[in-house]
């Protein structure tokens, strides 16, 4: 059995304040972004930092509900348009963190990848001039987005977007992405 106080001491001894696993949806990510803004509020973060920690946190919780592979799960068929992730928020150092985790189908790593990695080579301005560029281009009929949300989360991060995909199976890949937003 699970040693709930030791997941617990353990979160907290890495700065985490916000960790979700599980199931998400619009309404679960609205509650959950009003928690976090508050508990910011309480520690009388800055407005601006307040701002980007919440857009990093909407941004990566809206990318495991669109883009996550469900996979071979037991989830019910009445479930089954949730997407399953996983979401932390924390501080190391002088940095908060948001992180996400999801599935993703082994036919999208390398997609994926080449894409980040292209964003996180480029400066400030070179992401302010991408991002200008992308918008102009038509979203595909079959996209559930115009694709500009690792952009503006490279944008707003204080230092390069981390990630990292572990392979779970033949079919399925978890992938794992950090945003650090200076906390001063």
């Known amino acids: 059995m699970i040693k709930l106080l030791d997941l617990k001491n353990y979160l907290d001894e890495k700065g ?3 960790y979700f696993n599980g199931q998400i949806s619009h309404d679960l990510l609205v509650q959950l972004g009003d928690t976090l803004k508050q508990a910011l509020k309480r520690e009388e973060v800055e407005s601006k930092t307040i701002v980007k920690v919440f857009s990093m946190f909407i941004e990566q919780m809206q990318n495991v509900a669109r883009y996550s592979d469900p996979g071979e799960t037991d989830v019910p068929n009445a479930l089954a348009h949730f997407q399953m992730g996983v979401v932390t928020v924390g501080y190391d150092g002088n940095y908060y963190f948001v992180a996400s985790g999801n599935r993703v189908a082994a036919t999208e790593v390398n997609r994926i990848r080449e894409k980040l990695e292209k964003i996180s080579s480029m400066d400030k301005d070179q992401l302010k001039t991408f991002y200008k560029e992308m918008r ?24 390069p977007l981390e990630f990292e995909f572990s392979k779970l199976n033949e079919k399925e890949s978890f992938f794992s992405l950090i945003t650090l937003i200076n906390r001063e």
């Open 16 to 18: 985490v304040f916000l």
């Open 136 to 159: 102009k281009i038509d979203t595909p009929k079959d996209s559930v987005g115009a694709g500009l949300g690792f952009i503006e989360m490279a944008r707003k991060a204080d230092k």
